[in-house]
């Protein structure tokens, strides 16, 4: 047993240094997207109505595909299961270079929910760090994959004016040259992973419990191991506190998703005349890139606190952010410094929700348990991410982008609420 604990650690520090640096290139992949995606939707569809369509698609590719990540993780590692989901989304990318060269709005949509599947890879490489981290350093660990991705999620954005010379170059629109850019940084991404990710964590940490993957088509140890969304289901509705954590993230990614992906075009709507400018296109990237920043520059800081002063603590603190957030992007929508200042704090918030919530789901379950529920949590907050962009649309159409913020403020003050209500072994937690 003596040699157990240095080859876990040593395991451990190379999972999480390949983690991170596949992450900083598959981060290029959704930075693109969501930076131009109601743009080209409403382009493309010719209709404002549409304008969350491609953000829908983009998180429906997510939810629909976590579990099937996860399955694939369970049965061959993760290592095959990253790079599997990679080589899917840069085939999507490909699918939204297509869309903007033919005009094809179906095209559009199926393009977004491959990309989609770089972010159910990005969301399982966070709980693929956990597999063999020590319980007192899983925030650490686990924020540091996340904080990974600042570096192309960032750059995403910021694509569309390097992206428009290379299309000049090739011969082809200038909005679907940040696409090859994205597909380029998701390659590398998924071959550093195939590479470099030797031992796989998910087997280590089997093999190092004496367990071993069951027969196709045979739970590893009963039903709730299957892999299913009843499964996962199942695994965390008979733990309150990581029912708790699942609340936690699914509210947090719904009214970031919802608020997020309606800010373009608001901003759009803002510029006026000057839509169309460059200039205007480049704040949109940049606005977008700063809440990205958000969203996972600070995620070591929000790792540390939350192995400092707990993950409960932690959750309810970035629900108290994402409020102050929408205090801003709501009754101040037309001061585009208060909405890049809301952008920020939504990024904040989203970033401590998610990283203790995540924590705190692996903290409460038992190993075995870990991975369904994980892929569970995975697909229902994409899931909840692509109704809150789907409804986003219709409800900026009705009431505008501050509408859009204040329903979300309510959202996430419910799901507060709803933690409170927890039985006593959960609230104990929070």
Known sequence: MNTVV???RAVQTRTVRTLSVAQVFSGLGNGSTLALGSILAVDLSGSEAWAGAVNTALTLGTAFTAIPLSQLAVARG???????????????TFLMVGAVVTGLFAMLLAGSFLVGIASAVNLQARFAVTDLAQPEHRG?????????????AVAGPNMVGPGAVLAGWIGIPAQAGPFLISAAGMVVGALIVALFL???PLLTRRELDGDSPAPSGTPA???????SWRAGWRI????????????????AHAVMVAVMSM???HMQHHAGEAAGRPDTIALIGFTISLHIAGMYALS???GWLTDRIGAARMVLAGMVVLVLAMALTGPFAGNMAAVTAGLILLGLGWSAATVAGSTLLVSSLPVPDRVPAQGFSDATMSLAGAVGSAAAGPVMGLTGYPGVSMIAAVLVIAAALALLRLPAAAKSSF
Request: hydrophobic share 50%.
């Open 6 to 8: 240095p080859v876990n």
């Open 78 to 92: 993760r290592r095959v299961a990253l790079t599997t989901g990679l080589a899917a989304a840069v085939v999507g």
């Open 140 to 152: 650490r660990d686990l924020s540091l994959v996340v904080w990974a991705i600042t570096v192309g």
């Open 198 to 200: 030797r031992p796989d």
């Open 221 to 227: 140890s009963g039903a709730d191991r299957n892999g």
């Open 236 to 251: 965390v509705r008979k733990h309150p506190t990581a029912l708790g954590a699942v609340i936690a993230v699914v509210a």
């Open 263 to 265: 800010t373009p075009l």
């Open 300 to 302: 070591p800081v929000m």
